[in-house]
């Protein structure tokens, strides 16, 4: 199971961080990654990071966004900075195991909301 907080309202140019706990083993054999699904849009992956530590991030986030992973808490984490108010999206966590092709198991998603 997954369990994503700290999303909230924010306005332009401010920070939230993200986190994603895992329960029921260890995420040490599991790509992680962070989408998002703005209303009316498609749902997109944001960042992801592998069970070795590479990290993909999207354009649209680039310089702004960081995802990290603590293996040892069964956490990830997305850092998001100068936020703007096109990153207003439920955001979802989501992981794989390393062989997977698909991503298989997914969080409650949080809020996040950005005011101009």
């Known amino acids: 199971q997954l369990q994503a907080s700290g999303g909230g309202l924010v306005q332009s140019g401010g920070s939230l961080r993200l986190s994603c706990a895992a329960s029921g083993g260890t995420l040490k054999m599991y790509d992680m990654g962070w989408f998002r699904q703005a209303p009316g849009k498609d749902r997109e992956l944001v960042v992801s990071?592998?069970?070795?530590?590479?990290?993909y991030c999207a354009d649209s986030v680039k310089d702004r966004f960081t995802v990290a992973r603590d293996n040892a808490k069964s956490t990830v984490s997305l850092q998001m900075n100068n936020l703007k108010p096109e990153d207003t999206a439920v955001y979802y966590c989501a992981t794989r195991f390393v062989t997977a092709t698909s991503w298989t198991y997914w969080g409650q998603g949080t809020q996040v909301t950005v005011t101009s």
């Open positions: 990071i592998t069970s070795r530590g590479s990290t």
